[in-house]
T-cell receptor, first 112, second 115 residues
Framework: GEDVEQSLFLSVREGDSSVINCTYTDSSSTYLYWYKQEPGAGLQLLTYIFSNMDMKQDQRLTVLLNKKDKHLSLRIADTQTGDSAIYFCAAPRHSGYSTLTFGKGTMLLVSP | EAGVVQSPRYKIIEKKQPVAFWCNPISGHNTLYWYLQNLGQGPELLIRYENEEAVDDSQLPKDRFSAERLKGVDSTLKIQPAELGDSAVYLC?????????????FGPGTRLTVL
């Protein structure tokens, strides 16, 4: 089955860039996802990348995918205090459309 | 458009009592998920429904947990009897199948505390 690992905590200053890293084990994963969870709320999809892409940019978010190393990263440019939240990396448990396996989440703390 | 609705938002019960959670998915979403989220952890799947059929319930502790999705819309998750270790957030999510892309929309969750 799929296993997803993330660093647990990241602290940055407002205006800096944040980079959150994730590794996964199932090389047949088709789509890979980043979700955001604010306190007391459910998860919200931030962005996703298809496995045949190396990079995807969406406004302040950049996703980089290294399939050889099974490494995924999320870069947030010009990080704001409102970006403080927990970020989850997720990959399908089996290839194709399926249940997602989530990492433990990276808590991002942005200080003024 | 309303998102995924869950109730109650918070529930406090004593151990050995029964408890039930309710979820109303986004209209038109055929797939419904129940997840368990422990403190400091990511969501872990308990059960996945395609319409009214449970297609993945391998992680559901069937001795005390049960779920149903009558008419393929709303769903309830029940625990009977509850144990101290069941204290967690129970998340419901739904998705509309669009090829291999699986965007799940999550409700706010029900925070269960078992005393």
């Amino acid at each position: 089955g799929e296993d997803v690992e993330q660093s647990l905590f990241l602290s940055v200053r407002e205006g800096d860039s944040s980079v959150i890293n994730c590794t996964y084990t199932d090389s047949s994963s088709t789509y890979l996802y980043w979700y955001k969870q604010e306190p007391g709320a459910g998860l919200q999809l931030l962005t996703y990348i298809f496995s045949n892409m190396d990079m995807k940019q969406d406004q302040r978010l950049t996703v980089l995918l290294n399939k050889k190393d099974k490494h995924l990263s999320l870069r947030i440019a010009d990080t704001q205090t409102g970006d403080s939240a927990i970020y989850f990396c997720a990959a399908p448990r089996h290839s194709g459309y399926s249940t997602l396996t989530f990492g433990k989440g990276t808590m991002l703390l942005v200080s003024p | 458009e309303a998102g995924v609705v869950q109730s109650p938002r918070y529930k406090i019960i004593e151990k050995k009592q029964p408890v039930a959670f309710w979820c109303n998915p986004i209209s038109g979403h055929n797939t419904l998920y129940w997840y368990l989220q422990n403190l400091g952890q990511g969501p872990e799947l308990l059960i996945r429904y395609e319409n009214e059929e449970a297609v993945d319930d391998s992680q559901l502790p069937k001795d005390r947990f049960s779920a149903e999705r009558l008419k393929g819309v709303d769903s309830t998750l029940k625990i009977q009897p509850a144990e101290l270790g069941d204290s967690a957030v129970y998340l419901c999510a739904s998705s509309a199948r669009t090829g291999d892309h699986n965007e799940q929309f999550f409700g706010p969750g029900t925070r269960l505390t078992v005393l």
